[in-house]
């Protein structure tokens, strides 16, 4: 009976240890596994966002360059408008300057008429 036991302990004793090689065989594959699929979603996950990177440095680019678009079109809005505001001043100038000529020109026929009327009667 001793001899059944001891191989029977012996029995169990390498049935346990085969048991546990195959386990840790098993969780060594699947750490295996676990980290290779972790790492190629970390690499995923770096190569989307670094073209996100990309994307939003682009964008801040081309906002910079309408900044400066949208900052050159109001200065020339500026120049324009002060170049009407000097336009519309001059043409009022000349109309004034019209206007006075105008008035002189019939004071002048205005006096003629009456000269004329006078050597008339």
């Known amino acids: 009976i001793d001899d ?9 004793k390498l049935s346990v240890e085969t048991q546990l ?16 699929f972790s790492l190629d979603n970390v690499n ?7 073209g996100n990177l ?9 906002c910079a360059y309408m900044e400066s678009v949208l900052k050159s079109m109001s200065e020339e809005l500026k120049s324009d408008r002060d170049y ?3 336009f519309k001043q001059r043409l009022i100038s000349d109309v004034q300057v019209h206007h006075r000529q ?9 006096a003629c008429l009456a000269r004329f009327s006078k050597q008339s009667s």
């Open 4 to 12: 059944n036991v001891d191989w029977l302990r012996m029995y169990m």
């Open 21 to 36: 090689d195959d386990m840790k065989r098993d969780t060594a594959e699947k750490m295996t596994e676990l980290q290779k």
């Open 44 to 50: 995923a996950l770096r190569s989307r966002t670094e």
């Open 54 to 62: 990309e994307q939003v440095n682009k964008v801040h680019q081309q």
């Open 84 to 86: 009407i505001t000097r």
């Open 102 to 110: 105008t008035d002189e020109q019939f004071d002048r026929v205005d």
